[in-house]
């Protein structure tokens, strides 16, 4: 099985940056596909970057396009997404998820099934 467990998150102003973690262990093996939700309070939950561990390649979101970089270390079996230029629209509990591509081109669109428990972003 795989666990994930997030960290990083935190409160930061507006126009900061913040560096998110999703540290994977387990059967990492069983999985190809890794992606960060977030979730802010009293909306539901929507996909904000995926990247193909395998490829690498990577579907971002509109609103955090040019802000936001997912990226994943082999080595350490950690996928982090880099955020810059925060914005207050941003706060949110932060997840990952892992799972199978379904789709690899033009971008990974995935099936997930593996969650993590979340880190909570506040911008101000």
């Known amino acids: 099985h795989v666990q994930l467990v997030e960290s990083g998150g935190g409160s930061v102003q507006a126009g900061g940056s913040l560096r998110l973690s999703c540290a994977t262990s387990?059967?990492?093996?069983?999985?190809?596909?890794v992606a960060w939700f977030r979730q802010p309070p009293g909306k539901e939950r929507e996909g904000a970057a995926t990247?193909?561990?395998?490829?690498?390649?990577?579907l971002y979101a509109n609103p955090v396009k040019g802000r936001f970089t997912i990226s994943h270390d082999n080595a350490k079996n950690t996928v982090y997404l880099q955020m810059d230029n925060l914005e207050r629209e941003d706060s949110a509990m932060y997840s990952c998820?892992?799972?199978?591509?379904?789709?690899?081109?033009?971008?990974?669109?995935?099936?997930?099934?593996?969650w993590g428990q979340g880190t909570q972003v506040t911008v101000s």
């Open positions: 998820a892992a799972g199978t591509a379904t789709t690899v081109y033009p971008g990974p669109i995935c099936e997930y099934n593996t």
């Open positions: 990247i193909s561990t395998t490829t690498g390649r990577t």
């Open positions: 387990g059967s990492t093996s069983s999985y190809n596909c």
